[in-house]
């Protein structure tokens, strides 16, 4: 009697997934035409922020802050590029009054693909605008003021 011996071999393949954080010191935010703490700026000058980070695998996610309250993302440019494993969001605009005092900072998140974690960072600098009240033409002289000056044209010429 012939014995057949059957073996059988499993293999179980596992795949495993690795992920990359980003480069540390980021994410940074930058500024482009526009002076924030030392300069005083004017309504209708263009302003720009770039937030940055580089490194991670997958790439992390970019959100510029203005006042605690991300700018939405219908109003920036979002670049993401693998290859350079370099992530940009840039907000452009025109100064307006409403953002004197506004404080924009840049927040990264990251998802670790093998644990499903997200790591949650800020840049480490804040940007501050300063547009100062420029009075209106209108707001410079009112009818009072003017009724003054002439009033004190006529006793400073003796003239009534």
Request: proline share 5%; aromatic share 10%.
């Given at each position: 009697?012939?014995?057949?011996?059957?073996?059988?071999?499993?293999?179980?393949?596992?795949?495993?997934?690795?992920?990359?954080?980003?480069?540390?010191?980021?994410?940074?935010?930058?500024?482009?035409?526009?002076?924030?703490?030392?300069?005083?700026?004017?309504?209708?000058?263009?302003?720009?922020?770039?937030?940055?980070?580089?490194?991670?695998?997958p790439?992390?996610?970019?959100?510029?802050?203005?006042n605690?309250?991300?700018?939405?993302?219908?109003?920036v440019?979002?670049?993401?590029h693998?290859?350079?494993?370099l992530?940009?969001?840039?907000?452009?605009?025109?100064?307006?009054?409403?953002?004197?005092?506004?404080?924009?900072?840049?927040?990264?998140?990251?998802?670790?693909?093998?644990?499903?974690?997200?790591?949650?960072?800020?840049?480490?600098?804040?940007?501050?605008?300063?547009?100062?009240?420029k009075?209106?033409?209108?707001?410079?002289?009112?009818?009072a003021?003017?009724?003054?000056?002439?009033?004190?044209?006529?006793?400073?010429?003796?003239?009534?």
């Amino acid at each position: 009697m012939k014995s057949i011996f059957l073996a059988a071999v499993v293999v179980t393949l596992s795949t495993f997934v690795f992920g990359e954080r980003p480069w540390n010191g980021y994410p940074r935010l930058d500024t482009s035409g526009l002076n924030f703490e030392s300069h005083v700026n004017h309504v209708g000058d263009r302003a720009t922020l770039v937030c940055q980070s580089r490194g991670g695998d997958p790439l992390p996610t970019l959100t510029i802050y203005e006042n605690d309250s991300p700018i939405p993302h219908s109003d920036v440019l979002d670049l993401y590029h693998s290859k350079y494993k370099l992530s940009l969001v840039v907000y452009s605009w025109n100064v307006q009054r409403s953002d004197n005092g506004a404080v924009f900072k840049c927040k990264q998140d990251w998802t670790d693909p093998s644990t499903g974690e997200t790591a949650t960072s800020f840049s480490e600098t804040t940007k501050q605008i300063s547009v100062p009240y420029k009075r209106e033409l209108e707001d410079q002289i009112n009818e009072a003021e003017i009724l003054d000056f002439i009033d004190e044209l006529v006793r400073m010429t003796g003239s009534e």
